[in-house]
């Protein structure tokens, strides 16, 4: 691993969160086991071996209480940010740290290693890669073709060729041999410089159509490296989904 940058950590995981949520509004702070959601994505990032701070990104005191209660940075943001990219930015301007890792504050079951694959994905792929991400074979019971799921096509250099709702690649012939498809996990690292360059791109064709942001990154010549790791839990959309994560595994 690369040493810090004078005057600041290396790695630093930024968790965004805000109160308003069409599907759940306020499931940052609804309870798993007793516990908030954020507070559990906040947890599980510190315990990735790469990370040397924690911050939640929010925009609702309700959400910087429940964080700094339970020992964590909280810094509130602008309301008006499109999306948790936005808000990353807003709070890493002024950090001075080489890689920011963008830990989603719905995902309270992420596994801290896929955030190390991440990190470790984005050294080995070379300077002029500017974000990672990760993929993961799909678990038992997940639905390959279920377009709430995202699929990621990786290139035979480890980079993203594409993401898609749709189920790709599909295999036109049923070849015994042929590449089964890899669910994208929401989580991203990015070098901190590119950030703001990222945040001013508009938003492009792809990305419009599929209604996914990475996308604006692909259409804008930029790589991204991915990871393959087990990535075994989903993110909290609804309540039914957080209910699913309730129950005895």
Same mark, same amino acid.
């Given at each position: 691993m690369a040493p810090a940058p004078a005057g600041g950590e290396r790695v630093i *995981?930024? !968790?965004?969160?805000?109160?308003?949520?069409?599907?759940? %509004?306020?499931?940052?702070?609804a309870l798993l086991e007793g516990t908030p959601v954020i507070v559990h994505a906040l947890r599980r990032a510190s315990e990735a071996r790469c990370v040397q701070r924690v911050i939640a990104a929010v925009d609702d005191e309700r959400i910087a209480k429940a964080a700094r209660d339970a020992g964590f940075e909280a810094v509130m943001t602008r309301a008006d940010h499109p999306n948790g990219t936005s808000r990353i930015a807003e709070v890493t301007s002024?950090?001075?740290?080489?890689?920011?890792?963008?830990?989603?504050?719905?995902?309270?079951?992420?596994e801290p290693r896929l955030i190390e694959l991440?990190?470790?994905?984005?050294?080995?792929?070379?300077?002029?890669?500017?974000? *990672?991400? !990760?993929?993961?074979?799909?678990?038992?019971?997940?639905? %390959?073709?279920n377009p709430n799921i995202v699929k990621a096509v990786v290139g035979a250099n480890g980079r993203a060729l594409y993401f898609s709702r749709a189920l790709v690649p599909f295999n036109r012939d049923g070849a015994a041999d042929g590449v089964k498809p890899l669910k994208h996990v929401g989580l991203y690292v990015y070098r901190r410089p590119f950030l703001p360059t990222f945040v001013l791109m508009p938003s492009t064709p792809l990305e419009r159509t599929e209604q996914l942001e990475q996308l604006r990154v692909l259409e804008n010549g930029y790589d991204i490296a991915v990871a393959i790791g087990e990535a075994r839990f989903h993110g909290v959309d609804t309540p039914e989904q957080l209910a699913a994560l309730q129950r005895p595994r």
């Open positions: *995981a930024v !968790v965004p969160a805000r109160w308003g949520s069409t599907r759940f %509004p306020g499931k940052a702070l002024t950090l001075h740290c080489e890689l920011v890792v963008n830990v989603q504050g719905d995902e309270p079951r992420i991440a990190v470790d994905a984005l050294d080995r792929a070379g300077r002029e890669v500017p974000v *990672a991400t !990760v993929a993961s074979p799909f678990m038992p019971g997940e639905d %390959p073709a």
